[in-house]
């Protein structure tokens, strides 16, 4: 199983970035896809998350209304769109797999992530 995230990179607050995750080595239609981040000194924490088949998502409250999550199963691929981004959102973001859309428990190991700084 690998998690391939892409697209972080430094931003002015105020702007926005897409995230994508690339999912391989598992059926990726039969499992809800959630974003996480982790900061420096900080735990991690849920960003995003979104059902097997996509008519479902929550957020996390400290993105509500700024970040979006979708899904491409054809593609196996989830994505994540930040908008309005702020200093605070400045963190390594990973993506995973859940059994379903309300676990809690990732069921495989995370990847690399990527780093999204928000800074001026």
């Known amino acids: 199983v690998q998690f391939v995230e892409s697209g972080g990179g430094l931003v002015q607050p105020g702007g926005s970035l897409r995230l994508s995750c690339v999912a391989s080595?598992?059926?990726?239609?039969?499992?809800?896809m959630s974003w996480y981040r982790q900061a420096p000194g900080k735990e991690r924490e849920l960003v995003a998350s979104i059902s097997r088949g996509g008519g479902s998502t929550k957020y996390g409250d400290s993105v509500k209304g700024r970040f979006t999550i979708s899904r491409d199963n054809a593609k196996n691929a989830v994505y994540l769109q930040m908008n309005s981004l702020k200093p605070e959102d400045t963190a390594v973001y990973f993506c995973n797999a859940f059994r379903n859309f309300l676990a809690t428990a990732p069921l495989y190991s995370w990847g690399q992530g990527t780093q999204v700084t928000v800074s001026s």
């Open positions: 080595g598992f059926t990726f239609s039969n499992y809800a």
